[in-house]
């Protein structure tokens, strides 16, 4: 599972109000699919940029994932250093693009159902509870020192 922060976050909301707001979306596309619409957030890219550096590997995403080498200096490398950068696995890159990780799922607003990966309005709703779930565990990571506030402060009334 991906390592929550909030840029990650940021990334996975901004990807999912740009689809609900109408942006070019073919999931047949490496520039315009689900992973192809988050790289354009993440990297400041356009479609057809990334469509060029994705097509100098072999595969879909998820085969683009499996296969990334940091070493080979390939362009689709600099497009899987970045999305792993914000913290996605290589199975997160998979999950993404076909809208299948079962903690997403269980979660989704009205309760579990399968998505399907080519459906706009399905990456929204997946988009948004990922980072809904990422978000809930960032925060049961951050320690607040409460010891502090149980001691009695000595308040006067007037």
């Known amino acids: 599972m991906a390592q929550p922060n909030i840029e990650l976050i940021a990334a996975l909301r901004e ?18 699919c689900n992973c192809g619409n988050l790289l354009q957030v993440v990297t400041n890219l356009s479609k057809d940029d990334i469509l060029y550096y994705a097509q100098t590997g072999i595969g879909e995403w998820t085969e683009l994932a499996e296969e990334y080498c940091v070493v080979s200096n390939a362009p689709v490398a600099m497009l899987i250093t970045r999305l792993l950068e914000k913290g996605l696995t290589p199975t997160d890159i998979h999950n993404i693009e076909y809208l299948q990780d079962r903690d997403v799922l269980d979660r989704l607003p009205g309760g579990f159902r399968w998505l399907k990966r080519n459906q706009r309005d399905d990456v929204v709703v997946y988009l948004e509870t990922f ?12 320690e607040v020192p409460y010891k502090q506030w149980l001691q009695p402060v000595g308040l006067t009334y007037s």
């Not at 990807?15 to 520039?31: C, E, F, I, S, V």
């Not at 980072?131 to 951050?142: C, F, P, R, S, Y």
Request: a positive charge; aromatic letters at 6%.
């Open 15 to 32: 990807t999912a109000k740009r689809l609900k707001n109408g942006a070019p979306y073919a999931w047949g596309n490496h520039g315009t």
């Open 131 to 142: 980072a809904t779930l990422l978000e809930d565990k960032l925060l049961q990571q951050v």
